[in-house]
């Protein structure tokens, strides 16, 4: 008998929470080699901890440790001390945020914009500060890199988060005003391309969905209910990179960014450290988020599948290096890789043998009554009183398709 604690580290989020709790119920037994394993989940607290305290959850679903530093080492102890599978693992993370993301991947061979990293506007809060500057600190012309790159380009922190600190910058006065706002950020100036669509990628360990997103809109209505928005050269691209650079850094809850024209793929930002998976942004996709999260939670810990922290860099490198290899015949050999960590197609025949139940019992619960009060918790919970019924129209509307669409 197998009893398997799945953790959450949660910030504020009370919706996706609820859901996961929700269809993780579902689930049931499973019975795999002789065994019986059931499985629950339990929302973690924050204390102190020795170092070589049990942990009792097999499984952590991380959404707090990019940001709050305790609960972060406590991850780091957990997997090193007790072998507990992270989602997402805080050592790569950590060490490879946007920029050292847009390294690798333009060692891949992928077709990132080109990006230059400038040195702080202001100085850094160091006393040796004063003395490294006017020793080293080389000048530039922040001007000519610009031209360079080309107008409109991109300003945007070497680290990410939220979109924090991103200006567009159109010309010579909005690249000066914004680098004078950057402060202390340490910021990236990217080109930009003329692009047909914004494709942002969620990938949960083998499954993806590339969905439209419209960066400009609120938040409500930025991913558009559209299936059929990429060509299907682009769209093999948007889910082969996406699950690539997961791979890549052993991320397995990851959402990715890429700029689409015609059959051309540029990503632009795929180091997410707790993807969206809200219900007020996500809605249609939401169900699909939440029971793919599911599945490939209950498969890590029922096959007792272990966290890596060896990346293998060079296994890609290789295929990178091969001056035989055409663009997609990269691709396609990094994509190979990444099936081969994220194991998908036996995740794939794990899940059709254990869990064919799930997708139907997960439609006819978001077409119930509990699920609609967990819309109208979270709409009340998000929106100011005067908008409760609008949204609530809003989400009811794209929830009510998404039931539709994937009637039986």
């Given at each position: 008998?197998?009893?398997?604690?799945?953790?959450?580290?949660?910030?504020?989020?009370?919706?996706?929470?609820?859901?996961?709790?929700?269809?993780?119920?579902?689930?049931?037994?499973?019975?795999?080699?002789?065994?019986?394993?059931?499985?629950?989940?339990?929302?973690?607290?924050?204390?102190?901890?020795?170092?070589?305290?049990?942990?009792?959850?097999?499984?952590?679903?991380?959404?707090?440790?990019?940001?709050?530093?305790?609960?972060?080492?406590?991850?780091?102890?957990?997997?090193?001390?007790?072998?507990?599978?992270?989602?997402?693992?805080?050592?790569?993370?950590?060490?490879?945020?946007?920029?050292?993301?847009?390294?690798?991947?333009?060692?891949?061979?992928?077709?990132?914009?080109?990006?230059?990293?400038?040195?702080?506007?202001?100085?850094?809060?160091?006393?040796?500060?004063?003395?490294?500057?006017?020793?080293?600190?080389?000048?530039?012309?922040?001007?000519?890199?610009?031209?360079?790159?080309?107008?409109?380009?991109?300003?945007?922190?070497?680290?990410?988060?939220?979109?924090?600190?991103?200006?567009?910058?159109?010309?010579?006065?909005?690249?000066?005003?914004?680098?004078?706002?950057?402060?202390?950020?340490?910021?990236?100036?990217?080109?930009?391309?003329?692009?047909?669509?914004?494709?942002?990628?969620?990938?949960?360990?083998?499954?993806?969905?590339?969905?439209?997103?419209?960066?400009?809109?609120?938040?409500?209505?930025?991913?558009?209910?559209?299936h059929d928005f990429l060509s299907e050269s682009a769209g093999r691209q948007t889910a082969a990179i996406s699950r690539i650079v997961n791979a890549f850094f052993r991320w397995e809850f990851n959402s990715a960014e890429m700029l689409v024209t015609g059959d051309e793929v540029y990503p632009i930002d795929y180091a997410n450290a707790c993807p969206d998976v809200a219900i007020t942004s996500l809605h249609y996709y939401f169900p699909w988020a939440i029971t793919a999260l599911v599945r490939w939670s209950a498969y890590c810990v029922v096959t007792g599948r272990r966290s890596a922290v060896?990346?293998?860099?060079?296994?890609?490198?290789?295929?990178?290096?091969?001056?035989?290899?055409?663009?997609?015949?990269?691709?396609?050999?990094?994509?190979?890789?990444?099936?081969?960590?994220?194991?998908?197609?036996?995740?794939?025949?794990?899940?059709?043998?254990?869990?064919?139940?799930?997708?139907?019992?997960?439609?006819?619960?978001?077409?119930?009554?509990?699920?609609?009060?967990?819309?109208?918790?979270?709409?009340?919970?998000?929106?100011?009183?005067?908008?409760?019924?609008?949204?609530?129209?809003?989400?009811?509307?794209?929830?009510?398709?998404?039931?539709?669409?994937?009637?039986?």
């Amino acid at each position: 008998m197998g009893d398997h604690l799945i953790g959450l580290l949660l910030g504020a989020e009370k919706d996706w929470p609820r859901a996961f709790e929700t269809v993780l119920r579902m689930v049931g037994p499973i019975k795999e080699g002789g065994d019986v394993h059931t499985l629950s989940s339990e929302r973690l607290t924050i204390e102190p901890f020795r170092l070589d305290d049990p942990v009792r959850t097999p499984l952590v679903i991380d959404r707090l440790a990019h940001w709050y530093y305790h609960p972060r080492e406590w991850l780091k102890k957990a997997a090193l001390v007790n072998g507990t599978y992270l989602l997402n693992s805080p050592f790569t993370f950590q060490s490879m945020e946007k920029h050292s993301a847009y390294c690798a991947m333009v060692r891949l061979g992928l077709k990132v914009p080109p990006t230059t990293l400038v040195p702080y506007k202001n100085p850094v809060d160091n006393v040796r500060w004063a003395y490294t500057s006017e020793q080293y600190n080389r000048p530039f012309d922040l001007d000519q890199i610009a031209d360079e790159l080309g107008y409109p380009l991109y300003m945007k922190p070497f680290d990410g988060g939220g979109w924090r600190g991103v200006s567009r910058v159109d010309g010579p006065e909005s690249l000066v005003r914004a680098y004078d706002e950057s402060g202390e950020m340490l910021m990236h100036l990217q080109a930009t391309v003329d692009y047909e669509h914004f494709a942002r990628a969620l990938s949960i360990g083998p499954e993806t969905m590339v969905m439209d997103f419209r960066p400009d809109q609120p938040m409500h209505n930025r991913y558009a209910v559209s299936h059929d928005f990429l060509s299907e050269s682009a769209g093999r691209q948007t889910a082969a990179i996406s699950r690539i650079v997961n791979a890549f850094f052993r991320w397995e809850f990851n959402s990715a960014e890429m700029l689409v024209t015609g059959d051309e793929v540029y990503p632009i930002d795929y180091a997410n450290a707790c993807p969206d998976v809200a219900i007020t942004s996500l809605h249609y996709y939401f169900p699909w988020a939440i029971t793919a999260l599911v599945r490939w939670s209950a498969y890590c810990v029922v096959t007792g599948r272990r966290s890596a922290v060896d990346l293998q860099t060079w296994r890609y490198f290789e295929i990178a290096d091969d001056p035989d290899r055409s663009y997609d015949e990269k691709l396609d050999a990094y994509l190979a890789l990444a099936d081969e960590y994220l194991e998908s197609d036996k995740y794939r025949e794990w899940c059709e043998t254990h869990l064919p139940h799930l997708e139907e019992q997960v439609h006819e619960w978001v077409a119930s009554d509990d699920f609609d009060r967990l819309l109208r918790d979270t709409v009340a919970a998000t929106y100011p009183p005067h908008e409760h019924e609008q949204f609530l129209d809003h989400f009811r509307g794209l929830i009510g398709m998404w039931v539709t669409d994937n009637a039986r």
